[in-house]
Structure formats: structure tokens, C-alpha cells
Nanobody, 124 residues
Framework: QVQLVESGGGLVQAGGSLRLSCTASGRSFNSNVMAWFRQAPGKEREFVAAISGSGRSSSYSDSVKGRFTISRDNVQNTVYLQMNNLKPEDTAVYSC?????????????????WGQGTQVTVSS
């Protein structure tokens, strides 16, 4: 089993920044693909970013590319999402997820392990 705990959400003005963290425990973390998803009220869960186990490969949705950066620290068993130039449309519950198979998949159904989520609210 893998347990994931997110932190770092909050309220920020448009144009501001936040850094989310997701700490994993349980099974080996270093080889797992880690991803961030978000879900706004009334909308489906949306892929944000994913990173390979080594950290050398990453993938981003078009809506956040150039503004968000995913990274990981395999010593601390933690993955981060640095969010810059935030926009009101970034408001959502952000959740981290992991899977034991390879590939920077964008489908939520491919990820069996999820954190509880952290709220990010961007005011205009």
C-alpha cells in the first residue's frame, strides 16, 4: 500500500504563487510515477502534471505548461508542484496520485493511489 498526504494549498491572489507538497509512505517511492490532478466544483478531475520515478521526465497539461513545475525529492519521498502566475481558473482541489507502472499517464483511472487533496483558491 501507498499513503499520500498533500499540503500547501490555500488562498492566493491572481498572479501569485503556491507550492504544493505530497509526501508518500508505504511501498517504494523512488520508482513510482507521481502525478497531480485537480478538480473544480462541477467539473471532472483534470490532469495537471506527472513526473517519472527518476525525475528526468515530466509532462504537463496545456493549461499549466510554462506556469507550473513538478519536481520530486526521492530522499524525502516527496513530490512538489510549484504554481506560478496563478489564475482564478486554477481554483480547484489538487490531489497527488501514484501508480506502480511506467508511463506518464494522464488518465485518473490509471492511478490506484490517491491523497486526500488540498484546496487551492485563486481570487481575482
Amino acid at each position: 500500500q501507498v499513503q499520500l498526504v498533500e499540503s500547501g494549498g490555500g488562498l492566493v491572489q491572481a498572479g501569485g504563487s503556491l507550492r504544493l507538497s505530497c509526501t508518500a509512505s508505504g511501498r517504494s517511492f523512488n520508482s513510482n510515477v507521481m502525478a497531480w490532478f485537480r478538480q473544480a466544483p462541477g467539473k471532472e478531475r483534470e490532469f495537471v502534471a506527472a513526473i517519472s520515478g527518476s525525475g528526468r521526465s515530466s509532462s504537463y497539461s496545456d493549461s499549466v505548461k510554462g506556469r507550473f513545475t513538478i519536481s520530486r525529492d526521492n530522499v524525502q519521498n516527496t513530490v512538489y508542484l510549484q504554481m506560478n502566475n496563478l489564475k482564478p481558473e486554477d481554483t480547484a482541489v489538487y490531489s497527488c496520485a501514484t501508480k506502480l507502472t511506467l508511463g506518464l499517464t494522464r488518465l485518473p483511472s490509471e492511478y490506484p493511489y490517491w491523497g486526500q487533496g488540498t484546496q487551492v483558491t485563486v481570487s481575482s
